[in-house]
């Protein structure tokens, strides 16, 4: 990985703005057309990243992007982004409040899907 210029410090922090600005936006973009009690907001907002995430790290693997896009893209943006902390919450919230399938399936769901997603990412991206 490169070196953290300056300039890559504050690009790393802009990105983590606008990464934690976009989980809100796409949170409440789910939600609103969505029901029931599993917390589609966070899987779709982890799953997506989780990919995204995959994908970058494959490019950058594959020398298609310099190393300065993970750090800013990645742990800034998609560091943002990504909210496994919320995901953790709202199973343990489901848990509490005893339904078992829903909290298991947050869960599990949440951490089998993005290892997944992230290893589709990283594939396809290592293909360029």
Do not use: H, K
Not at 78 to 88: Q, V
């Amino acid at each position: 990985m490169g070196d953290v210029t300056p300039v890559v410090f504050g690009l790393l922090c802009v990105a983590g703005g606008l990464g934690a600005a976009a989980r809100f936006v796409i949170d409440g973009f789910v939600r609103e057309r969505t029901s029931g009690a599993l917390p589609w907001g966070t899987i779709a907002i982890n799953l997506s990243g989780s990919f995204l995430l995959g994908l970058l790290t494959g490019l950058v693997a594959a020398r298609a992007l310099p190393a300065e896009w993970q750090l800013v893209a990645g742990t800034g943006f998609l560091g943002g982004y990504t909210t496994f902390s919320t995901a953790s919450l709202e199973t343990v919230r489901l848990l509490q409040e005893r339904r078992w399938a829903a909290g298991l399936l947050t869960g599990l769901g949440v951490v089998v899907g993005a290892t997944a997603a992230a290893g589709l990412g990283w594939w396809i991206g290592a293909l360029v």
